[in-house]
């Protein structure tokens, strides 16, 4: 049997996947993008905040995408004005691909309030009560994480 304070941590949880996912759903309706769109552009911007290179190739592996597919996804995202593909410095058989300036602020006008308001929830938090809401972040993590993708029920 469920302790109800272990079933209502789940229940709280559930509550703000859903919310998380509805916010993502906006995120991609107001900038008019799929999924792997705007998982593209934020992993471009990453990558450029932290002045790492990023081919096609690197892009395709984060999104555990094809060749082909990944090629599609940026067709779409440089004729959108949200990515650009330059020849890559040191290796003359790739493109370097990075997101635009124009995508990077509407990305920032998008979600920069939102991050805003749960950079502010967090810092609320004690030391202590941080340490443990992350330690049942990463335990929950790696407990979806080890579900077998071999189980019918998933």
Known sequence: MTAPHAAE?????????????????RTRDS???????????RFL???????????GRNLADH??????SVTA???RLTKSGHV????????RRSNMVTATTGSEDEVRQTLGAMHGRMIETAKALSAEDAALIAQFLESMTAAVDSIDAEDPLY
Not at 9 to 22: G, N, Q
Not at 63 to 68: E, I, K, N, R
Not at 84 to 91: L, V
């Open 45 to 55: 911007l990453k990558a450029q905040g932290e002045q790492r290179i990023v081919s």
């Open 73 to 75: 996804l940026l067709d």
């Open 9 to 25: 941590v789940i229940a709280t949880l559930l509550d703000y996947r859903l919310a998380e996912e509805a916010m993502r759903r």
């Open 31 to 41: 900038m008019r993008m799929g999924t792997m769109d705007l998982q593209a552009i």
């Open 84 to 91: 650009q593909r330059t020849p890559h410095p040191t290796n």
């Open 63 to 68: 999104l555990g995408m094809t060749s082909a």
